[in-house]
T-cell receptor
Framework: GPKVLQIPSHQIIDMGQMVTLNCDPV?????FYWYKQILGQQMEFLVN????????KSKLFKDQFSVERPDGSYFTLKIQPTALEDSAVYFC??????????????FGEGTRLSVL | GDSVTQTEGPVTVSESESLIINCTYS????????LFWYVRYPGEGLQLLLK?????QKGSSRGFEATYNKETTSFHLQKASVQESDSAVYYC??????????????FGEGTQVTVIS
């Protein structure tokens, strides 16, 4: 079946550096999401993206975070600069529709980000 | 804000026994939420197990069932007879319903279930 692919599966970087997490969503999906899960805690919504724009972002989506999907390629989450508290697993998801007909977002396997 | 609370894990159950994972929700910003159960099997990504979008209805998949109870704001997951292959982490989630535009989900903390033979 269709899959959301995340690259890389694990990224280790030094605090203060920039990192870009890549997501290859399902090809005909229109809505894209990032979630963050710190070890032992709940998976929490960061941001969603539709038609080239951020629709909604949570308080976890700091000013150092940005998302884009240039020309229908990867949907990316960039963190610049990174901080120790950004260490977590980041999950990308995509869906075709929202609301009552929400087909339920399809999730990738996550990218584990370790900030040293 | 919206929140989801589920049975605290880890939970260990013997093969062929029944399993219930409790889930209650608070949807302060959503009038008619959609409810979901997702599952993560060892070494795999998060995948949808079942969803219900209408209060009073039941969803089922792979022998699991969950009923959307608006009165008790609950969406408990049950299986009558588990197998070792059901060992996984189960997540209850709440999402927007009719008229919702953002598609975001609010997750519970997840319940680790281990089925032993």
């Amino acid at each position: 079946g269709p899959k959301v692919l995340q690259i890389p599966s694990h990224q280790i970087i030094d605090m203060g550096q920039m990192v870009t997490l890549n997501c290859d969503p399902v090809s005909n999906h229109l809505y894209f999401y990032w979630y963050k899960q710190i070890l032992g805690q709940q998976m929490e919504f960061l941001v969603n993206f539709y038609n080239g724009k951020v629709m909604e972002k949570s308080k976890l989506f700091k000013d150092q975070f940005s998302v884009e999907r240039p020309d229908g390629s990867y949907f990316t989450l960039k963190i610049q600069p990174t901080a120790l508290e950004d260490s977590a697993v980041y999950f990308c998801a995509s869906s075709l529709r929202t609301g009552k007909d929400n087909q339920a977002p399809l999730f990738g396997e996550g990218t584990r980000l370790s900030v040293l | 804000g919206d929140s989801v609370t589920q049975t605290e894990g880890p939970v260990t159950v013997s093969e062929s026994e029944s399993l219930i994972i409790n889930c209650t929700y608070s949807a302060t910003s959503i009038a008619y939420p959609n409810l979901f159960w997702y599952v993560r099997y060892p070494g795999e990504g998060l995948q949808l197990l079942l969803k219900v979008i209408t209060a009073g209805q039941k969803g089922s998949s792979r022998g699991f069932e969950a009923t959307y109870n608006k009165e008790t704001t609950s969406f408990h997951l049950q299986k009558a007879s588990v197998q070792e292959s059901d060992s996984a982490v189960y997540y209850c989630a709440l999402g927007e319903g009719t008229g919702g535009l953002s598609g975001k989900l609010t997750f519970g903390e997840g319940t680790q279930v281990t089925v032993i033979s």
